[in-house]
């Protein structure tokens, strides 16, 4: 359940930032007149983009079928371990470059317009969506285990209410703040994003711990399940997207420190 959310929730925020991409480039192309000649050019790059993240999944997907038990636990690792990377470098390229997207997309497209580069625009599409679309893709293939492989019916349910959820709050966010605006989007989803990639980097280095690759230092630091089991249904929900453990070792604890100290140095030197 805790994975499905956790699934629920990236597929969301990735699809309304891709909407996002789409809508600035779409909206630019129809109201130009010169530009819409390219706006068939444009799907032809979305496309192009959904089919290069498919792509990266199906390689993410026969890789690990042919890994051993012990590889598909390194492997597992890894991409945990490059899911939370991913969801820091995203937050914080989205940070520096949010107020001014719409503005650099416009003028790329402006100059591709005025050479009549139809073929820029659709590349232009491409690498926003694929950029998307394989951030997507590594953060779901870290989180694709057990219950929710891809076999499992939970899982697409999962997904397509996720994009359905996207097309609504795209919706809201384009009435221009009047149920909410993409400021307090970008604010609330950045923070719930920062738990969720600790909540990956916890998981990838309990993963490097259970094959002995890391070493616990002290097994258990505090026992706080009477508070808070994680668990329980609740517990793991907040341990699912904060990386909280009633019962951590030294090593998770350590790892869990010096995660958000590197986000508050980031977030300081990124002002």
Same mark, same amino acid.
């Given at each position: ?36 000649? /390219?706006?068939?050019?444009?799907? %032809?790059?979305?496309?192009? !983009? ?7 999944? %199906?390689?993410?997907?026969? *890789?690990?079928?042919? *890994? ?37 997309? &416009? ?12 073929? /820029?625009?659709?590349? %232009? ?9 394989? &951030? ?13 492989? +891809? ?12 994009? *359905? ?9 384009? *009435?221009? /703040? ?14 719930? %994003? ?11 280095? &309990? ?6 690759? +890391? ?15 994680? !668990? ?10 904060? !990386? ?28």
């Amino acid at each position: 359940m805790q994975n499905l959310a956790q699934i629920f929730f990236v597929m969301w925020r990735e699809t309304v930032e891709a909407m996002l991409v789409v809508g600035i480039l779409h909206a630019w192309l129809s109201h130009n007149p010169q530009g819409k000649g /390219g706006i068939k050019y444009l799907w %032809l790059g979305v496309f192009a !983009g959904l089919f290069s993240a498919l792509l990266l999944g %199906l390689g993410i997907e026969a *890789l690990s079928a042919v *890994l051993s038990d012990e590889g598909q636990e390194y492997f597992q690792s890894a991409l945990q371990l490059a899911a939370a990377a991913l969801i820091v470098q995203m937050v914080f390229w989205m940070r520096r470059h949010a107020r001014n997207l719409k503005r650099e997309m &416009e003028h790329s497209l402006g100059q591709r317009t005025q050479q009549q580069n139809w073929w /820029g625009v659709a590349s %232009l599409a491409a690498i926003a969506v694929a950029r998307e679309g394989s &951030e997507t893709v590594v953060f779901l293939s870290s989180l694709v285990t057990g219950s929710n492989s +891809l076999a499992s019916p939970a899982f697409w349910m999962a997904l397509g209410l996720g994009v *359905l959820v996207a097309g609504a709050t795209f919706y809201a966010l384009q *009435l221009g /703040g009047k149920l909410i605006s993409w400021r307090v989007f970008f604010k609330t989803t950045e923070t719930l %994003l920062l738990l969720l990639a600790c909540s990956m980097l916890i998981s990838g280095v &309990e993963r490097l711990i259970g094959i002995q690759t +890391l070493p616990t230092l002290v097994n258990q630091v505090w026992d706080s399940s009477a508070l808070l089991d994680d !668990g329980s249904i609740f517990g793991g929900i907040v341990s699912a997207f904060t !990386g909280y453990r009633a019962r951590p070792s030294l090593m998770i604890l350590l790892v869990f420190c010096a995660y958000w100290v590197g986000v508050q140095w980031n977030s300081r030197r990124s002002r």
